[in-house]
């Protein structure tokens, strides 16, 4: 968070609770109607699964964008890249290359905790001949540390907890400490929708949405618990 004072770094950390801030840089937003802007206006900021825009005075969140949003990533040159999102398009003028690389490089880590089969190299569509074989590299390495990181079942809490992100759900903890202190700890492979049992319908989508992209468990047991439509979608569809 180089360049930004620590009394702004507490006044974003605040807004953002319980998000934590990871990652926080300036930007120029890009709007296409606007005269040259040559000093940052807003703010960049990225949590574990999600980025925000934050306006600089006074300090308020403008838009966000879950990382599942996006569709495409387009750099334009060393310091500008366009985002591609589900809902809308945001263009950044990062102040330099470096910030620019740390924030795909965040996002694509982020991505690859939720879903730990992708690439999310696959997302920059447009890249300058001058960065493309700098940030294939980055980003290469970024897959392979991840890779490399054995989490619990499979990463099944980050996606879970991904997925709640995405459609504003709230985290249920006990979902995540039943998996990481129970099925990990005894090496259960097979995910018994039972034990969730008391969950509502939403929540148990979402766990099921979790274990289609999940390869750690082996197989679903439900005898007797009857699904939701959503939730039997995803079954049927992995």
């Given at each position: 968070?180089?360049?930004?004072?620590?009394?702004?770094?507490?006044?974003?950390?605040?807004?953002?609770?319980?998000?934590?801030?990871?990652?926080?840089?300036?930007?120029?937003?890009?709007?296409?109607?606007?005269?040259?802007?040559?000093?940052?206006?807003?703010?960049?900021?990225?949590?574990?699964?999600?980025?925000?825009?934050?306006?600089?005075?006074?300090?308020?969140?403008?838009?966000?964008?879950?990382?599942?949003?996006?569709?495409?990533?387009?750099?334009?040159?060393?310091?500008?890249?366009?985002?591609?999102?589900?809902?809308?398009?945001?263009?950044?003028?990062?102040l330099q290359v470096e910030d620019l690389e740390a924030i795909i490089s965040h996002m694509a880590a982020s991505l690859k905790k939720i879903f730990p089969d992708s690439s999310p190299e696959k997302l920059?569509?447009?890249?300058?001949?001058?960065?493309?074989?700098?940030?294939?590299?980055?980003?290469?390495?970024?897959?392979?540390?991840?890779?490399?990181?054995?989490?619990?079942?499979?990463?099944?809490?980050?996606?879970?907890?991904?997925?709640?992100?995405?459609?504003?759900?709230?985290?249920?903890?006990?979902?995540?400490?039943?998996?990481?202190?129970?099925?990990?700890?005894?090496?259960?492979?097979?995910?018994?929708?039972?034990?969730?049992?008391?969950?509502?319908?939403?929540?148990?989508?979402?766990?099921?949405?979790?274990?289609?992209?999940?390869?750690?468990?082996?197989?679903?047991?439900?005898?007797?618990?009857?699904?939701?439509?959503?939730?039997?979608?995803?079954?049927?569809?992995?």
């Amino acid at each position: 968070m180089d360049g930004v004072s620590q009394r702004l770094q507490g006044q974003i950390s605040d807004l953002l609770k319980p998000h934590r801030v990871c990652l926080l840089r300036p930007v120029i937003l890009n709007h296409p109607s606007q005269t040259c802007v040559r000093e940052a206006n807003r703010y960049v900021v990225l949590s574990l699964w999600r980025g925000y825009v934050v306006n600089r005075q006074p300090v308020k969140v403008e838009s966000s964008f879950s990382y599942l949003e996006i569709s495409s990533i387009n750099i334009h040159s060393l310091t500008q890249v366009v985002l591609e999102t589900d809902r809308q398009t945001l263009s950044f003028t990062f102040l330099q290359v470096e910030d620019l690389e740390a924030i795909i490089s965040h996002m694509a880590a982020s991505l690859k905790k939720i879903f730990p089969d992708s690439s999310p190299e696959k997302l920059l569509k447009t890249v300058p001949a001058g960065l493309q074989q700098r940030l294939c590299v980055l980003l290469r390495l970024t897959e392979e540390q991840m890779d490399a990181q054995l989490e619990c079942c499979g990463g099944f809490c980050d996606t879970y907890a991904a997925l709640c992100d995405f459609n504003d759900i709230a985290l249920r903890e006990e979902i995540q400490w039943d998996v990481d202190n129970i099925y990990h700890v005894s090496n259960r492979r097979q995910f018994n929708l039972l034990d969730f049992s008391h969950v509502d319908s939403r929540d148990m989508a979402l766990v099921v949405a979790a274990l289609s992209f999940n390869q750690w468990f082996t197989s679903i047991y439900s005898k007797e618990f009857k699904l939701v439509n959503n939730s039997t979608i995803v079954i049927i569809l992995k």
